[in-house]
């Protein structure tokens, strides 16, 4: 199994341009997490999914958007890109069944930078 | 809403001494809490988990942490430090009343170093 899978890992973006990160998962898993991680400030939740078409806003949504078409994929969008989005991201994983006690799988991250 | 804080931002210790790393918590009930690790450039991986089973954990890599829920703690240790340990470390909880969603809101992270 591969695991949670990350695309691109590492993408250089000018302000105003748009671009899609995917996520994929083998795991079979329900929950899929998007997070990003700026130095001093650990990983911030920005969007997360419970299932296939089902999306909501975590702590940091604003300017991001997401799709869950297939259970397996999380796509996170940036539909006009800013400095202040530079940044690492993380996609993260978890089974459903068995209870919240169950921990996330985290893929390799995305670092982004936006000029 | 519930919050952790991770004093040390950077912590250095010597090959063979004790590593500890704190991590507090705050929450309205009694918490999920994890511990992950990651190295550079990489993503986090789970160390160890407390799910209100026993409150002393133990984890991969030799790393313990005990639940003190008197002081909304969750500390990680290891007797013996090895230079691979040196990474990043991620206190985080999971507020079980948040739904099964089960966010997790993580720590600022401690960076240990160990040298020889």
């Known amino acids: 199994n591969a695991g949670v899978t990350q695309t691109p890992k590492f993408r250089v973006l000018k302000t105003g341009q748009s671009m899609t990160l995917l996520c994929a998962q083998d795991?079979?898993?329900?929950?899929m997490y998007w997070y990003r991680q700026d130095p001093g400030m650990g990983l911030r939740l920005i969007h997360y999914?419970?299932?296939?078409?089902?999306?909501a806003k975590g702590e940091v949504p604003d300017g991001y958007n997401v799709s869950r078409l297939k259970k397996q994929n999380f796509l996170l969008g940036l539909e006009s890109a800013a400095p202040s989005q530079t940044s690492v991201y993380f996609c993260?994983?978890?089974?459903?069944?068995?209870?919240?006690?169950?921990?996330?799988?985290f893929g390799p991250g995305t670092r982004l930078t936006v000029t | 809403a519930q919050s952790v804080t991770q004093l040390g931002s950077h912590v250095s210790v010597s090959e063979g001494a004790l590593v500890l790393l704190r991590c507090n918590y705050s929450?309205?009930?009694?918490?999920?809490l994890f511990w992950y690790v990651q190295y550079p450039n990489q993503g986090l991986q789970l160390l160890l988990k407390y799910t209100s089973a026993a409150t002393l954990v133990k984890g991969i890599n030799g790393f313990e942490a005990e639940f003190k829920k008197s002081e909304t703690s969750f500390h990680l240790t290891k007797p013996s430090a090895h230079m691979s340990d040196a990474a990043e470390y991620f206190c985080a909880v999971s507020d079980p009343n948040t739904g099964t969603a089960s966010k997790l809101t993580f720590g600022t992270g401690t960076r240990l170093q160990v040298t020889l």
């Open positions: 795991m079979n898993h329900e929950y």
């Open positions: 993260a994983s978890r089974y459903r069944v068995g209870g919240i006690s169950h921990e996330q799988y």
């Open positions: 929450s309205s009930v009694p918490p999920y």
């Open positions: 999914s419970v299932g296939e078409g089902t999306t």
